[in-house]
């Protein structure tokens, strides 16, 4: 008699070597939505799962991992992982793997990106030629800040913020400055020519300022009026890291003010709704949470969440656990 295989729930739209390569192991329910599935509706359909494929937007917490106790393996197509109560899929022995490495160089990429488009006034230049507006050359026309030979200041100094170092220092020739829970050794600051400086020291020095630490309970709300008020009134912020990092209310009243010179978002605490008093400003930079957002890199974190939850539920170590110590299941 065959035995059934376990079943599996891919809670968002996924490639569709994905959903071949999970059904060749698994009884797999695939919601194939656009929009993500409701608490209520991700609950029900866990049910009797023995696995989840998600991504950032579906929550695991504890009051789901209570409800769902078939569940033994939680794969996200992620690499932040605070949508997940980590802590509680540990102790009720839930393997979570998330999706680290394969997303670094292209997030990196954005987050430069963004920098220069920030800097440089690219959205408020474009809206204003659609517009109409463009009428005549003056001197001080849309006239924004440099980023070549100028200091980046980087908060969160893992693997995107030292991508994001390189290419500020042997692309742009920029002083890299950063702040981070702890010291990199002193050959990788050596090789980024990075200096650590305490968190205010960063802000006061900093010429444009790049947001990349995790999001957690001590991070949220880490910029806030406060810190805006150490920063350079000519100095821009970008964030690439969690929405909840960033006091938008604070940075929309800074921007307003012109008590610092722009800012570039592609996360937002509430998001997909964005913060009302962001968008009516021109001197920001707004993406809709798109830095790991190409097609090679996507079809990587899609294939190695898949990889993960084949591994997690077949017996083998997966390749990118968050919580290997209660390995094996």
């Not at 996507?298 to 170590?317: E, I, S």
Request: proline share 6%; charged share 20%.
């Amino acid at each position: 008699m065959t035995a059934l295989k376990p079943k599996v729930l891919i809670a968002r739209r996924a490639p569709a070597a994905v959903v071949e390569q999970l059904s060749a192991h698994f009884d797999v329910d695939f919601h194939d939505g656009e929009a993500p599935l409701s608490a209520d509706e991700l609950r029900a359909r866990l049910q009797g799962k023995a696995g989840a494929y998600i991504t950032g937007t579906e929550r695991i917490t504890a009051e789901l991992l209570a409800a769902c106790p078939d569940l033994r393996a939680v794969s996200t197509m992620s690499v932040g992982y605070n949508h997940i109560d980590l802590a509680a899929c540990t102790a009720r022995r839930v393997l979570v793997t998330n999706t680290p490495d394969v997303l670094t160089e292209t997030t990196a990429d954005l987050g430069f990106a963004l920098l220069m488009a920030t800097a440089r006034r690219m959205s408020e230049g474009e809206r204003l030629l659609r517009d109409g507006l463009w009428k005549s050359w003056s001197w001080d026309f849309l006239a924004g800040a440099d980023v070549h030979g100028t200091t980046l200041g980087i908060l969160g100094m893992g693997r995107i913020g030292q991508a994001l170092a390189r290419r500020g220092r042997f692309g742009f020739n920029m002083n890299i400055a950063y702040h981070n829970r702890s010291r990199l050794p002193a050959d990788t600051e050596a090789e980024l020519g990075a200096r650590y400086l305490s968190k205010d020291e960063l802000l006061r020095q900093a010429d444009h300022l790049i947001l990349v630490l995790p999001y957690s309970a001590a991070s949220h709300h880490c910029i806030a009026a406060a810190e805006l008020a150490l920063m350079k009134p000519t100095a821009t912020l970008v964030n690439i890291a969690r929405g909840g990092i960033v006091d938008e209310d604070a940075l929309a009243a800074a921007l307003r003010e012109h008590r610092i010179a722009a800012a570039g978002l592609d996360v937002f605490e509430g998001e997909p709704r964005v913060n009302p008093a962001l968008l009516s400003l021109p001197n920001i930079v707004l993406t809709p949470h798109i830095g790991s957002a190409t097609m090679p890199t996507r079809l990587a974190m899609a294939g190695l969440a898949a990889d993960n939850l084949v591994a997690a539920l077949t017996g083998a170590p997966p390749p990118t656990p968050l919580n290997p110590e209660i390995l094996p299941l």
